[in-house]
């Protein structure tokens, strides 16, 4: 065409156009993001329309007048983000898609596609009109390009055509990046699934435990290496056999029989038991799981665990938890657990005697308040929380009995915490004192009576002493007391008198001895103000 000679399409000219056409076409091959495609087509569309948005949307079902579309790329999202549409709400796609032709509504007020709530909601958010041009893929309509303004959008018939024209040249670029897309993510699912199965096979060659694959005719298809070492096999040895021959011996073939018939029928189970002989002759313990294996119906996996060293300790556990048992069952003190709330977890033998309640009825119903008088309980367990050691040993209290009864004990005590520091439960070691007190009263009553015959004793004693030990001077006196008399009674009767009034006296002495001689039990008497002295003339005292 002559450059000189311009043919005026609207004021754009067919060598202008076919040269927008022409770059529009050399951008496009160098696109490779919808919002790039978007670029271009805002680009050559400012030319022509003042302040617009524009969208690329997709449609994602058949239904492409009522059902939904993806907004691809707008030029009022500026992230990644993926936006679903519902296409009632757009009756210019509608329409557009009916007539498969651009569908320009210069006033959307005034237009008779859309119902009046449907042109209210639009023109709430300030737009005027609309510009929707339908993008084929072949002759199939794949989606279209929506352009929205707040000022009338003109374009004569010529230019709706054209930007058709362009808006199926930007389709090609469209469907060739979500070719790409497609195929960029295929490529990374298989890149992905080639990790998996580096991750699989590094996973299963050193998993702890043994693995091997089954197929579902009882051979073995694949082992790992803890399986080797388990059984003693080699992959090379194992590898086509039937699964009998690995992983259970003449006393456990029935219940792998059982495990493997029901794997035939996918009915696995999540874990049992068999015994198995090793290559060199032990005999071992294996605890096995069955699993099948997503997206694979002819294997499914199944790990084994050595477990015969916990079995073995599993029974000494057992051994030694029922001799604890019995020893706490039998122990001569009342043993309580109580958990963070008061609710009795542990009541022994014993506790039932002392409380008056079965264990079953204190475990179900008793709250460990009712065992103690009033605020006993918090009294305790203030005292474990502010002990050191948070344990208290031999505290004397009172618990309370089934009838009423206020028992004095004491307790022993203390706070059992779990692996995280929290309180989990107390313990209380409560030991009856009732015997103790009565055997310490009678202890008393006897001690008292020893101390009251000791003393008997003492006195008893010292009276025969006493009267030893006075009889000799009294006799003495009683005698020199008679020969004074016996020389005086001719020359001085006062003298003789009071000789004889000695005598009197001393017989009196005398005859006090004598009593004192006697005593074999002795009382006591009040005497002067606040004295108390033996009473030696006290009948009993001379029995």
Known sequence: MDSNIKINLHNLSAEEALNELFLIYRKLTRTNTYKDVLAIFQESLKKRVDQFEASIIVFLDKNKVGGTGEVIASSEIHDNKTIVIDLNKYPEIKAAVEKKEAVAIEDIEKTTIASDEIKSVILSKGIRSSFVLPIFDI?????????RSKNPIMLSPFLQQYYFIQANMLASAILNISRMKILEESMNKAYELLKIKEDYEFLFNHAMDGMILIDREGRIRNVNRAFEKLTGYSRQEIIGEHYSRAIANESSMETANKIFSGYLKKQFVNKFEVEIKAKNGIYKTLSLRATPLAGRQDVSLISLRDVTEEKLLSKELLKTTDLLLKTISSSSDAIIAVDTTGKLLFFNEESTHLFGYSRDEAIQYIHVTQLYPQNVAKEVMKLLRQSPTKHIRNYPIEV??????????????????????????SVGYLRDEREKIRMEKSLDEALSKLIEAEKNDAMTNLAGAAAHNLNQPLSAIQGYSELLINRLKDKDQTTVDYASKIIREVEKMSGIIKQISRITKYEIKPYAGTAKIVDITNKKSND
């Open 139 to 147: 002759n199939d309509i794949m989606g279209v390009i929506l352009v």
């Open 400 to 425: 309370r009995t089934r009838g009423g009864e206020i028992v004095p004990v004491t307790l022993s005590g203390a706070i059992v915490y779990n692996e995280k520091g929290e309180e989990q439960m």
